[in-house]
T-cell receptor, first 116, second 113 residues
Framework: GAVVSQHPSWVICKSGTSVKIECRSLDFQATTMFWYRQFPKQSLMLMATSNEGSKATYEQGVEKDKFLINHASLTLSTLTVTSAHPEDSSFYIC????????????FGEGSRLTVL | AQSVTQLGSHVSVSEGALVLLRCNYSSSVPPYLFWYVQYPNQGLQLLLKYTSAATLVKGINDFEAEFKKSETSFHLTKPSAHMSDAAEYFCAVSDQAGTALIFGKGTTLSVSS
């Protein structure tokens, strides 16, 4: 149980285009999802907290107009990187918490974005 | 605010040797603590968690960790390393069930034969 699926795993796009990454909780309902960004050989940096049916809460320094987060249902959150630039290239990982309230997060497989 | 410090960015052990990965936390309230493992280009897998029950926590693959409040530590151990344990390990903390996890910088574990 507690499986989080992230798609796509790898994406390459041209500078200036937008890319959408999906995060789904497959066997549980996730009222809260979290998006992290990970640079090579570094830790996970929290980008935003996404609550179903409401606007995401972004961490300081994260551009909300560049990283659009939507959490339209209890099993799906999306991250759209708008007008992507090479510096947006990174590994993006979503995570979800079961609505039953257990404290651990379950992570997706991650999405590696390369912007040319 | 909570924070996590992982001492040692890289730990090398021989196969069969004891694994010890260190984690110290800072939290103004009783914390929830976690250890996750990450293999290259993959997400994170939960090894174990501390949620104010038993201070010695057992996880998957023979890993365990002990919560020591007096030392603000939550070190991860495994009695005998396997080659398959080579990966990146992250310690994380949260202050209540609804908040995001704050991660340490990670420790790369290498296992040699």
């Amino acid at each position: 149980g507690a499986v989080v699926s992230q798609h796509p795993s790898w994406v390459i796009c041209k500078s200036g285009t937008s890319v959408k990454i999906e995060c789904r909780s497959l066997d549980f309902q996730a009222t809260t999802m979290f998006w992290y960004r990970q640079f090579p050989k570094q830790s996970l940096m929290l980008m935003a907290t996404s609550n179903e049916g409401s606007k995401a809460t972004y961490e300081q320094g994260v551009e909300k107009d560049k990283f659009l987060i939507n959490h339209a249902s209890l099993t799906l959150s999306t991250l759209t990187v708008t007008s992507a630039h090479p510096e947006d290239s990174s590994f993006y990982i979503c995570s979800a918490r079961d609505h039953s309230g257990t404290p651990e997060l379950f992570f997706g497989e991650g999405s590696r974005l390369t912007v040319l | 605010a909570q924070s996590v410090t992982q001492l040692g960015s890289h730990v090398s052990v021989s196969e069969g040797a004891l694994v010890l990965l260190r984690c110290n936390y800072s939290s103004s309230v009783p914390p929830y603590l976690f250890w996750y493992v990450q293999y290259p280009n993959q997400g994170l897998q939960l090894l174990l968690k501390y949620t104010s029950a038993a201070t010695l926590v057992k996880g998957i693959n023979d890993f365990e960790a002990e919560f020591k409040k007096s030392e603000t530590s939550f070190h991860l151990t495994k009695p005998s390393a396997h080659m398959s344990d080579a990966a990146e390990y992250f310690c994380a903390v949260s202050d209540q069930a609804g908040t995001a996890l704050i991660f340490g910088k990670g420790t790369t574990l290498s296992v040699s034969s």
